[in-house]
């Protein structure tokens, strides 16, 4: 991969990268359109797939995270992707690996704290595969909000010269946001599943009604899930949309963002208020 | 700068890098001689200037390391190098600077446990300088032989595709390792500072004449560096040159370590026993 990249930029070619862990979904789909249109005249879409170990913690779903391979390369040559990159584990971190990079501050809140290592994991993966890919942009999607932060300091604080474009989040006509990780629902959770948008546009509607009290959003936010027996709520937050820290009032854009569990299934959304 | 070696690079140039913190001396002279040699017909020699803040302790040296740019240039002239790199700290951390690269495990023997912070400083600037440098091959000395044993691990773990080449030690006439620290030392300490490579001469010969066990040569060189009264022991260790974890008895090639306070100055210096 590394060597044919070289090559592509070596002749010119603007190489564009969508970051994946697979199993892809009209979600996915949006990235990798978004990422043909900045190809322009003589550009190579890069698609990886790596479903990357470091950013699971010991008791979370890698072993069980849905794959697919087949499929994603038929959507893949349906969308247009030039080279599929798709290393195994212990390519990607050989026997003896050591190296890790980490963003300070922005994984201390929203699913940070619930994920010990989860963001060092993916600053981690994602340099790696920025220095393999050598990507001129690369695409993310934004209901990943947190990661997409992460990913922008890293590659501004590094240097790294890549364009980091953010995709908003793409969603079921229910409103849902499409995820690897909606597979875990059955048919009664995933009709359960929608009190997270359902919290979103509650609060959404109190905002543009006025409320600038991030207590009172968060309290109408609660009551929206709690409706749905079998929704645990992990955060409801609203906070600075660039730091990250919780915000008591809201006095300019400011981001929503939620975590719920519902059955084997982790579920987050978000949106900005502004 | 990053413009700069783009556009070299794109244009056939190898890109050969030796990143330093200036003060330059015959060591840093050796790494740009090592450095030339390796450009081929068609090459750029890039030498960087940074005392890099993020690698000192709060009560370390920062503020009064030896800094003296007219004569750097000058030398970097006579070495024929083609262009240097002196960015200020503001513009290597600007404010707001959260991200930070750590290759766990060898930074926790030899310097480490003295100097907390120090290795991910070094990792985090030497990362930053060759995403903004983008060589093709980096030069760096061996007396700082762990910080050279982490640049090698992160390079390879981070996919950086550089070639980092270890040069070794320039020693005065008498044997005292090349350091810009050298600075900092009385006439009275510099005759004081032998007692470094003679406690290493002196494990030479132990490991010559058969003995294999850590003790018995630490315990040899440590009576090397008390016989200075103004002589204060960091660390004296014998340790596997690829891992630095401490070896009771040598079985292969061994790294002998030394750290030694005279004065104002932290000498550091070592050898490999093979």
């Known amino acids: 991969m590394q060597k044919r990249s070289l090559a592509l930029r070596a002749g010119g070619f603007k190489v564009v990268f969508v970051p994946t862990m697979g199993f892809l979904h009209d979600g996915h789909r949006e990235l990798l359109r978004v990422g043909r249109e900045r190809l322009g005249d003589k550009g190579a879409l890069v698609l990886s797939i790596f479903v990357n170990p470091a950013q699971f913690g010991p008791k979370e779903d890698y072993g069980s995270y849905p794959r697919d391979l087949g499929r994603d390369l038929k959507i893949a040559e349906e969308a247009g992707v030039d080279v599929v990159f798709t290393p195994k584990a212990g390519e990607v971190y050989p026997s003896g690996y050591k190296t890790y990079v980490e963003v300070m501050g922005l994984g201390d ?9 989860h963001f060092k994991g993916v600053a981690t993966v994602v340099l790696k595969l920025f220095n393999i890919v050598g990507p001129h942009a690369a695409i993310f999607g934004a209901k990943d909000y ?5 990913i922008k300091k890293m590659t501004l604080d590094l240097n790294l010269g890549i364009d980091i474009v953010g995709v908003e989040t793409v969603r079921e006509p ?5 995820s690897s990780r909606n597979a875990y629902l059955s048919p009664g959770e995933r009709k359960q599943a929608l009190c997270v948008p359902s919290a979103l546009e509650s609060a959404r509607l109190a905002f543009a009604s006025g409320i600038r009290e991030s207590s009172v959003l968060i309290e109408k936010m609660k009551k929206n899930i709690e409706k749905e027996p079998g929704a645990v709520v992990e955060y409801i937050k609203v906070c600075d949309k660039e730091s990250l820290v919780d915000l008591e009032r809201i006095t300019k854009d400011a981001l929503v963002a939620i975590a719920v569990r519902i059955g084997k299934a ?9």
């Open 146 to 150: 947190q990661q997409l932060q992460i």
């Open 174 to 178: 229910d409103g849902l946001a499409m």
């Open 266 to 274: 982790r579920l987050i959304d978000n949106c900005i208020l502004s």
């Open 109 to 117: 809140n929203l699913c940070g704290p619930l994920r010990p290592g």
